[in-house]
C-alpha cells in the first residue's frame, strides 16, 4: 500500500510568484487536507476536500486554493506569494466515510521558501 | 489559528527513563491524535483517541483522553534513542463538519544515550 506522496520536495520562489504543490493520497483514501507548518510550530489547518469538494476551510486569504481530482490527488496553488508563506506544506488523507475517518496521515512535505 | 496548548515545550531525558507529555484546551474535542515528527519529515500518527476517558496503548506509548474532553496526556515508557522527535498532539473541535485539526506547538522530545 502507498502511503500520501508529495511534490515537489523543495521549491524556492520570489515574492508575487504562484506556486502549485500536488499531493497524492493514500489508496482508498478519498479525503485530503493541507497544513501549512511554519518554523518552530505545529501545523495549521488550510482546508480539505471531500469527494472533489471543499470540506471546510481554515483562517487564510483567498490567494489559496485548491483542487481534487476524480483520483483523490490535490493540488495547492498560492498565488501572490509572500516572505510569510515560506513553510512546509503537508498534505493529510484520510478515508472518509467510513472506518475512522478522523485518522489523517501525513506525507512528507512540500519546503517552500519565498524570496 | 488557535492551538491547543502543549507542554512542556522540550525535554532532556536520560535513555530508559519514562516521559510524560500533556496536551490541554479551552475547547471540547470530540478526538484526539498524538503525533511523532522528525526533522524534514511529515509527523507520522501513534495514536488516536475517540471517547473521554479512553486509554489506549501501542506498544511503550499510552496515551489518555481526559474526562472533560480538554485535556490529553502521552506516556512514554523506558525511551530509547529513537525516540527523539517531535510529539504534537492533535484534536478535532466540536462541532464541525470538516475533520480538521487543530495542533499543539508539540515537545521536543532529547534522549542522552
Known amino acids: 500500500e502507498t502511503g500520501v506522496t508529495q511534490s515537489p520536495t523543495h521549491l524556492i520562489k520570489t515574492r508575487g510568484q504562484q506556486v502549485t504543490l500536488r499531493c497524492s493520497s493514500q489508496s482508498g483514501h478519498n479525503t485530503v487536507s493541507w497544513y501549512q507548518q511554519a518554523l518552530g510550530q505545529g501545523p495549521q489547518f488550510i482546508f480539505q476536500?471531500?469527494?472533489?469538494?471543499?470540506?471546510g476551510r481554515g483562517n487564510f486569504p483567498p490567494r489559496f486554493s485548491g483542487l481534487q481530482f476524480p483520483n483523490y490527488s490535490s493540488e495547492l496553488n498560492v498565488n501572490a506569494l509572500e516572505l510569510d508563506d515560506s513553510a512546509l506544506y503537508l498534505c493529510?488523507?484520510?478515508?472518509?466515510?467510513?472506518?475512522?475517518?478522523?485518522?489523517?496521515?501525513f506525507g512528507p512535505g512540500t519546503r517552500l521558501t519565498v524570496l | 489559528g488557535q492551538q491547543l496548548n502543549q507542554s512542556p515545550q522540550s525535554m532532556f531525558i536520560q535513555e530508559g527513563e519514562d516521559v510524560s507529555m500533556n496536551c490541554t484546551s479551552s475547547s471540547i474535542f470530540n478526538t484526539w491524535l498524538w503525533y511523532k515528527q522528525d526533522p524534514g519529515e511529515g509527523p507520522v500518527l501513534l495514536i488516536a483517541l475517540y471517547k473521554a476517558g479512553e486509554l489506549t496503548s501501542n506498544g511503550r506509548l499510552t496515551a489518555q483522553f481526559g474526562i472533560t474532553r480538554k485535556d490529553s496526556f502521552l506516556n512514554i515508557s523506558a525511551s530509547i534513542p529513537s525516540d527523539v522527535g517531535i510529539y504534537f498532539c492533535?484534536?478535532?473541535?466540536?462541532?464541525?463538519?470538516?475533520?480538521?485539526?487543530?495542533f499543539g506547538k508539540g515537545t521536543k522530545l532529547s534522549v542522552i544515550p
Open positions: 493529510a488523507s484520510s478515508p472518509g466515510g467510513q472506518g475512522k475517518i478522523w485518522e489523517q496521515f
Open positions: 476536500y471531500y469527494r472533489e469538494e471543499e470540506n
Open positions: 492533535a484534536g478535532q473541535l466540536l462541532p464541525t463538519g470538516s475533520y480538521q485539526l487543530t
